[in-house]
């Protein structure tokens, strides 16, 4: 059933058919057309991803980005990174890009380059590389829905995954979920073509693509699923018997490759299998039982109400969803394996108990391929009674129309993210007011993500004011924001009644607009800017407020 490759002499004939030959010129300025608006929108991708990836150093305020940069720098003779709560694919990739650019600007030791000022110049190079990959996600995307469901379809899509808030977002910092984006979207375009042809090159390349993104993401993994239902639609297509669907060789070629990737890409998740054991395990009990965040939520009252719209936007979420049914009322060869890898990484989604926004990164591909086809398929419909100028215009328009929003939010995060955060400021006043070696002490210090990162200045817990002043402490600090209370709760009563009686309050950094509407975050994330509201911040961080004691 699965061959490689076509006959080329009856390829030949075909080109060589003045009929052919005449639809082949025909169709050459539009798909020229359609290239210019592929490259059009890779450069928006760019400018919107790569703008305020600078963003809050040399502090590091966006949370795992420290567990990636330092195991890229600490690659060498031990390419072990001794931590499996992530594969390591992505870390390869950052610690090559670390190298070479090390070498660019003339060092021949690499960590020497990024020693100084926090390394923050390592930190901009990797959010830069996934910067990249969110922009190449965009041409992915029109590779997988162009032979799939058309261009007109294609193009729809990479203008959703151009502007869409969330890849936007997620594709400026030194984590994995920009990578997987561009992963998943280049492995579902093999698994369509699975669905299209089924051929052994189209099973290799669906394995090839689906393993480096396992690799670099563990939840990837469903695209397997997808990869599955593709080879059972070739099979009942060509009405095989049932024992084909087990025993033909291309879903062994699949799952092979997908295997042998990666391991190759993330090789001592198996080879040091007791610290995958023991990470496992200590993620274990997060997913099972979250983190004690009331704030949090999780199943689908968490991704219908909180996560989709946050993330996607209210108009962008119902074009998804009605999408979905869209599939399931007209199927086409692809749309049964995208529905099931979605149906799998959705419930997936909703049955931990430990959840972020940013892991909606997973299954948005498949999202954004089948909104792309039902806008394709609207527009068809529609120009059998409009013409098929006026239908494209249409759905041109209903399309700029949805996305506009997430524009417009796009661009107000872009701004926010320039400004100075307030954990910064806090930082050099504490620098500039209290000498190396003292001590300053702080409102619930056990979380440390909304507080400024001090370098020369010890952070001790809140106590009494008398205590505090035996121990030569003369400033306290608090961090609150409402919407994340779970990481920034700011004083307790009792802590404010000593404050209030004791301090003089002498630096109150609120970065929140008098009478705006509160932004809205992810509660369950340690990330001070704001998915929605945007504007109702000045910059981003919490409310830091520091008082000398009296």
């Not at 003045?18 to 010129?25: D, E, G, M, N, R």
């Not at 610290?275 to 004690?292: K, N």
């Not at 209370?485 to 209030?500: K, M």
């Amino acid at each position: 059933m699965a061959v490689i490759g076509e006959n080329s002499a009856a390829r030949a004939i075909i080109v060589d058919h003045p009929a052919a030959k005449a639809s082949i010129l025909r169709d050459a300025p539009a798909a020229a057309s359609r290239l210019v608006i592929v490259l059009a929108l890779m450069l928006v991708a760019g400018w919107l991803r790569f703008s305020a990836t600078s963003f809050g150093l040399p502090d590091h305020f966006r949370p795992d980005e420290e567990y990636m940069v330092s195991r890229a720098l600490g690659f060498e003779a031990d390419w072990n990174p001794h931590f499996a709560l992530y594969p390591a694919a992505q870390m390869y990739v950052q610690h090559a890009a670390l190298k070479y650019y090390a070498r660019l600007i003339g060092y021949e030791n690499f960590r020497a380059a990024y020693a100084g000022d926090a390394q923050a110049l390592a930190y901009l190079v990797a959010r830069r590389v996934s910067a990249s990959f969110g922009v190449a996600a965009v041409p992915a995307i029109y590779f997988a829905g162009a032979p799939a469901f058309g261009p007109g379809a294609a193009i729809a899509a990479a203008a959703i995954m151009t502007f869409a808030t969330l890849p936007v977002r997620e594709s400026k910092y030194a984590t994995t979920d920009a990578p997987t984006l561009f992963w998943l979207t280049m492995a579902l375009a093999m698994v369509l073509r699975v669905a299209r042809r089924g051929r052994s090159l189209d099973y290799v390349g669906a394995g090839l693509f689906s393993g480096l993104a396992i690799a670099t993401k563990y939840p990837a993994g469903v695209v397997l699923f997808a990869i599955v239902t593709a080879h059972f639609g070739v099979c009942r297509r060509q009405r095989a018997p049932w024992w084909y669907y087990v025993a033909d060789p291309g879903i062994f070629l699949a799952l092979g490759m997908a295997a042998v990737v990666t391991f190759c890409a993330t090789p001592y998740v198996f080879l040091d299998w007791r610290q995958t054991v023991v990470d496992y395990t200590y993620q274990r009990g997060f997913v099972l039982y979250g983190v004690g965040n009331r704030l949090a939520d999780y199943g689908w009252s968490w991704l219908l109400y909180h996560a989709m719209p946050d993330t996607l936007g209210v108009a962008l979420q119902a074009l998804v969803l009605a999408a979905m049914v869209w599939a399931l009322i007209r199927p086409r060869p692809g749309t049964l394996s995208l529905l099931t890898f979605l149906a799998v990484a959705l419930i997936g989604l909703t049955r931990s108990h430990y959840v972020f926004y940013r892991y909606l990164m997973v299954p948005l591909p498949a999202m954004v391929l089948l909104v792309g086809l039902m806008i394709s398929d609207l527009a068809q419909i529609a120009s059998r009674c409009i013409g098929q100028t006026r239908a494209v215009g249409l759905a041109a328009a209903g399309t700029a129309l949805v996305l506009a929003p997430c524009l417009v939010r796009d661009l107000q995060l872009n701004h926010l993210l320039r400004q100075t955060d307030t954990r910064t400021i806090a930082r050099e006043w504490i620098e500039a007011h209290i000498p190396p070696g003292g001590a300053i002490a702080a409102t619930d210090n056990t979380t440390p993500y909304g507080k400024p990162q001090l370098y020369t200045v010890r952070v001790v817990p809140m106590a009494s004011p008398q205590l505090l002043k035996q121990q030569g402490v003369e400033y306290v600090m608090s961090d609150s924001m409402p919407p994340l209370q779970y990481y920034s709760r700011g004083p307790t009563p009792l802590e404010q009644e000593w404050l209030d009686s004791q301090a003089t309050l002498v630096l109150d950094l609120d970065p929140l607009r008098p009478g705006a509407p509160m932004p809205v975050f992810d509660a369950a994330d340690a990330f001070y800017a704001p998915l929605r509201n945007i504007t109702s911040m000045t910059r981003p961080g919490p409310r830091i407020r520091i008082w000398k004691l009296k």
